[in-house]
């Protein structure tokens, strides 16, 4: 009887085992799955369509074009608060973007990290941006404004990196700095179930009898005080909500999309070469000083390792930068116009790395 018992538990726990390895099928029905496209887009060279949106001064009358690259469960709906006035003074043209996946663009079966790149480089010329174009990268889209650096120097007019995600895998982190972040940990982590039990993290993100995804939003854990006074005027993150979530198309892009930014690049940012060595224009990254998601302490190593990447510190800061009005402003007056924000130095030189 026992061994009876022992083999019916050994089984039934094989069973939960494989199951957290595997998906639920996608779905077949459903509006939330199959709705009608209603945004420009453009149709890549492989097939693949990209959704965009454009802001600011027609990109005719323009005198700087940027594009805005969004972060995790982002899309081209994401926010940049620079103020409508500066925009209008400076002459800016936004193009935002889906990357792939993401909203009404395509998804990427061969998605990878020069493939975010490339994919930026076709959008701005089927849209005619020019030689040269402005990228500003928000937190886990930094991974594709790196990949911009590594493969389309050629193509940037300037470049901002706002609270940037850092690989903790990139081999010219020191261990010594990185050993006992929890943030580390809970990425370390959470590749290993989004790669070997997928059906569990579903399963977690979208069961209704305890937190999980929601957890994220007003969580001190994640966000400073400003921006737990932000998150309490916006929607939040829309795409991280249970009921989007179930939606197949959307976990799948959310899961690639994590394991790209924090898998195997092919590179380490930390041997690029400065695209602007006559110092024609600038690299500038933005951290928030009381960021609890990516630690101003690797954002100070990058710099320090990249002399001629600009470091700008917000004292207050946390990582929701790109809803700081005057912070924007800082931003573009920086990249665009060069000028030195003394307000957004760092507060100490000391215990950089």
Not at 57 to 67: F, L, M, Q, S
């Amino acid at each position: 009887m026992v061994s009876k018992t022992a083999v019916v538990l050994l089984m039934g726990l094989l069973g939960m085992v494989f199951q957290a390895t595997q998906l639920p099928p996608p779905q077949t029905t459903g509006a939330a799955e199959h709705s009608p496209v209603t945004s420009l887009r453009i149709r890549l060279k492989d097939g693949r369509y990209l959704a965009y949106r454009e802001r600011g001064i027609p990109k005719e009358k323009a005198k700087y074009k940027i594009i805005l690259v969004h972060g995790l469960g982002s899309s081209k709906e994401m926010n940049f608060l620079a103020p409508q006035e500066l925009i209008d003074e400076l002459g800016i043209y936004f193009l935002l973007f889906d990357r792939a996946g993401y909203g009404e663009s395509d998804p990427d079966p061969k998605r990878t990290v020069k493939g975010e790149a490339l994919d930026i480089q076709e959008l701005a010329d089927q849209l005619q941006l020019g030689s040269q174009f402005y990228v500003i990268g928000v937190s886990m889209g930094s991974y594709s404004t790196w990949s911009c650096l590594k493969y389309i120097p050629d193509r940037l007019a300037g470049v901002a990196f706002v609270v940037p995600t850092v690989n903790y895998w990139w081999p010219s982190l020191p261990d010594s700095l990185i050993r006992e972040d929890y943030r580390r940990k809970l990425v370390q982590w959470s590749i290993w179930f989004a790669n070997y039990a997928p059906g569990l993290v579903y399963w977690w993100a979208t069961q209704k009898w305890l937190p999980s995804t929601s957890g994220l939003e007003r969580n001190p854990l994640f966000f400073n005080d400003r921006d737990i006074d932000i998150l309490k005027t916006i929607s939040g993150f829309p795409m991280l909500t249970k009921d989007k979530l179930r939606e197949r198309g959307v976990f799948d892009t959310l899961r690639r999309d994590f394991m790209l930014a924090f898998g195997k690049w092919g590179f380490d940012p930390m041997d690029l070469s400065n695209p602007y060595p006559q110092n024609e224009s600038s690299v500038h990254i933005w951290q928030g000083y009381e960021d609890k998601v990516v630690p101003f302490q690797l954002q100070r190593f990058v710099s320090g390792k990249l002399p001629w990447i600009r470091y700008h510190e917000v004292p207050d800061g946390g990582h929701l930068l790109v809803y700081y009005s005057s912070v924007c402003e800082a931003i573009l007056r920086a990249l665009l116009l060069r000028e030195e924000p003394v307000s957004y130095r760092p507060r100490t030189a000391r215990d950089w790395y």
